[in-house]
T-cell receptor, first 113, second 112 residues
Framework: GQNIDQPTEMTATEGAIVQINCTYQ??????LFWYQQHAGEAPTFLSY????GLEEKGRFSSFLSRSKGYSYLLLKELQMKDSASYLC??????????????FGTGTQLKVEL | DVKVTQSSRYLVKRTGEKVFLECVQD?????MFWYRQDPGLGLRLIYF???????EKGDIPEGYSVSREKKERFSLILESASTNQTSMYLC???????????FGDGTRLSIL
C-alpha cells in the first residue's frame, strides 16, 4: 500500500513563488503525478516524474527524490487563477501487472493580492 | 483533446436503490477508473479496468460493482445504495498506466 502526505492548506501572494511538498511511502513505486483541481471541477494533469530530478514546464516545475520518498511542485509568478487544490499521486506497480494511483488529500492553495 | 463524459452532474437516489453511474471516453483508452472524492479523504480508487470485460478492485470496492462491456464505456453500480455512499464520483481514463489519467466532470451523488 501507499501513504501520501501533503500540507492541507497554503497561502501565497500574487507574483510570488510557492513550493508544495509531498512525501510518500510505498511499495513498488513507479512514478509520481501532480494534478490541479479547481473547486467544482475535474482534476487536470500537471506533471509526471519517474526519475530523480527537476522537470520544468512553464511556470510549473516538479521535483522527485526516490531515495527520500519526496516530491515538490513549484509554482512561479503566481496568478490568482492558480488558487486551487493540488493533488500529489504516487503510482504503485501491482503484483499481477499494471499500476494504480494513490492520491494524497490535496493542498488547497490560496493566492492573495 | 480527450473527452471523458459522465452521464449526470447531480443525482439524488434513495437508500436501497440500485444506482448506475455511466462514463464514456472518446479516445480509445485501454484503462478506465472510478474514484470517489470526499472532504479530508481525497480521491480513493473504487475499481479500475484495463480491458473490455476486465475489472480489478481498488482500495474501497465494498458496496460497488462495475461493468465494461465496450472499450469506451465503464459503468459503476451501487447494488443497494446507502447514505455513506453520498459522495462525488469521478471517472478517469488513460492510454497506459504511466500516462496521465483524464477525468470527467464528476457526479455528485446524494443518497437520502
Amino acid at each position: 500500500g501507499q501513504n501520501i502526505d501533503q500540507p492541507t492548506e497554503m497561502t501565497a501572494t500574487e507574483g510570488a513563488i510557492v513550493q508544495i511538498n509531498c512525501t510518500y511511502q510505498t511499495s513498488g513505486f513507479n512514478g509520481l503525478f501532480w494534478y490541479q483541481q479547481h473547486a467544482g471541477e475535474a482534476p487536470t494533469f500537471l506533471s509526471y516524474n519517474v526519475l530523480d530530478g527537476l522537470e520544468e514546464k512553464g511556470r510549473f516545475s516538479s521535483f522527485l527524490s526516490r531515495s527520500k520518498g519526496y516530491s515538490y511542485l513549484l509554482l512561479k509568478e503566481l496568478q490568482m487563477k492558480d488558487s486551487a487544490s493540488y493533488l500529489c499521486a504516487a503510482m504503485e506497480g501491482l503484483t499481477g501487472g499494471g499500476n494504480k494511483l494513490t492520491f494524497g488529500t490535496g493542498t488547497q492553495l490560496k493566492v492573495e493580492l | 483533446d480527450v473527452k471523458v463524459t459522465q452521464s449526470s452532474r447531480y443525482l439524488v437516489k434513495r437508500t436501497g436503490e440500485k444506482v448506475f453511474l455511466e462514463c464514456v471516453q472518446d479516445m480509445d483508452h485501454e484503462n478506465m477508473f472510478w474514484y470517489r472524492q470526499d472532504p479530508g479523504l481525497g480521491l480513493r480508487l473504487i475499481y479500475f479496468s484495463y480491458d473490455v470485460k476486465m475489472k480489478e478492485k481498488g482500495d474501497i470496492p465494498e458496496g460497488y460493482s462495475v461493468s465494461r462491456e465496450k472499450k469506451e464505456r465503464f459503468s459503476l453500480i451501487l447494488e443497494s445504495a446507502s447514505t455513506n455512499q453520498t459522495s462525488m464520483y469521478l471517472c478517469a481514463s488513460s492510454q497506459g498506466y504511466n500516462q496521465p489519467q483524464h477525468f470527467g466532470d464528476g457526479t455528485r451523488l446524494s443518497i437520502l
